[in-house]
């Protein structure tokens, strides 16, 4: 869906002693020279992208690891297909090994099919500690023949409370779709099946926080949330059906992978290998803005941005800025 880009920052020392034993190489790093040290750095790292731009499809195996319910988690086939489990005695995650920060998180995911009321199946991005930053999808399930719930927020600095809900134009449970959470410095995008269903802009030059300091690993996990998941909780699991499975596929980090604070600007340089920095990926286009009206016109069940009872008539600032 997205263009590929797949740096690792530390491989730049060793991509710079490669070009200086060749020949034609040097010659160009003593011009570039020539020209001042901060040129030639952005030479370096420019080069260093250009060798190492392939991405690389790792594999689910090679990518994450179960970080609880182990015994309810089962990785098949080629280890790229992945199965969570819930039943009355623990449900399963997952959660990746490295953290990015930046590009395109994508999964194929089938949900729980069947009566899954009172399940969760978890999708997202977080960076760790009291002033953590999120990005999320929430897959509430429902009673048989019921739509599911999408619930999507947006955590910074430790702060939510920027739920927006959506019912779905398919059956998800039937087969895998496309979920994917795009971030660069200037929006966070949600999608679904290339869809835009929800856009985050970057306001920090007027106060409003944006998550662009931290890096973030990716997670998903099945578990029993029945106290709220479901008509606010009215409506419990039914655990004759189980157990509950959610399968997965495909997961891709188009992504800058987090080397700590260094990476904070260095995921942030405009070259070709960090293609989420490239203009087209500033702003949706016409044709992505009249897909996200039509989603937000048919499918959206709840805006925090219109709940004016929640917030007590101080609506949260970033809901009177354009978010498109």
């Not at 731009?53 to 594999?59: G, R």
């Amino acid at each position: 869906m997205l263009e590929k880009g797949y740096i690792n920052h530390q491989e730049i020392t060793t991509i710079t002693i490669t070009i200086n034993q060749q020949t034609k190489q040097i010659e160009t790093f003593t011009r570039l020279k020539m020209a001042g040290f901060h040129a030639l750095v952005m030479a370096v790292l420019v080069m260093g992208i250009a060798f190492h731009s392939t991405l690389i499809d790792a594999t689910i195996a090679k990518s994450m690891y179960f970080n609880w319910g182990a015994h309810h988690s089962s990785i098949l086939g080629n280890g790229d297909d992945l199965r969570l489990v819930l039943d009355q005695t623990s449900g399963s995650g997952i959660q990746s090994k490295r953290a990015f920060l930046f590009g395109s998180i994508e999964m194929l995911i089938k949900l729980v099919p069947g009566n899954s009321a009172g399940t969760v199946t978890a999708y997202y991005l977080s960076s760790t500690g009291a002033k953590h930053d999120e990005i999320d999808f929430e897959f509430l399930g429902n009673s048989t023949g019921e739509p599911y719930t999408v619930h999507t927020n947006i955590y910074t600095q430790g702060q939510g409370n920027k739920e927006q809900q959506f019912k779905l134009w398919f059956d998800p449970t039937s087969g895998y779709h496309n979920y994917t959470i795009h971030w660069n410095p200037t929006q966070v995008v949600w999608y679904v099946d290339s869809m835009p269903i929800r856009v985050f802009r970057n306001y920090e030059s007027e106060g409003i926080a944006y998550p662009n300091q931290q890096g973030m690993r990716v997670y998903s996990s099945l578990w029993n949330a029945d106290n709220w998941a479901t008509r606010g909780g009215l409506v419990k699991i039914d655990w004759t059906s189980a157990p509950f499975v959610a399968s997965y596929r495909r997961f891709r980090a188009r992504a800058c992978k987090w080397n700590g604070p260094v990476s904070i600007s260095l995921c942030a340089i405009p070259t070709p290998g960090n293609w989420w920095m490239s203009p087209v990926y500033k702003q949706l286009s016409n044709g992505q803005q009249a897909q996200l009206k039509w989603v937000r016109d048919n499918y959206m069940i709840y805006n925090y941005c219109t709940d004016f009872k929640r917030f007590k008539g101080q609506i949260p600032p970033e809901c009177s800025k354009p978010q498109f």
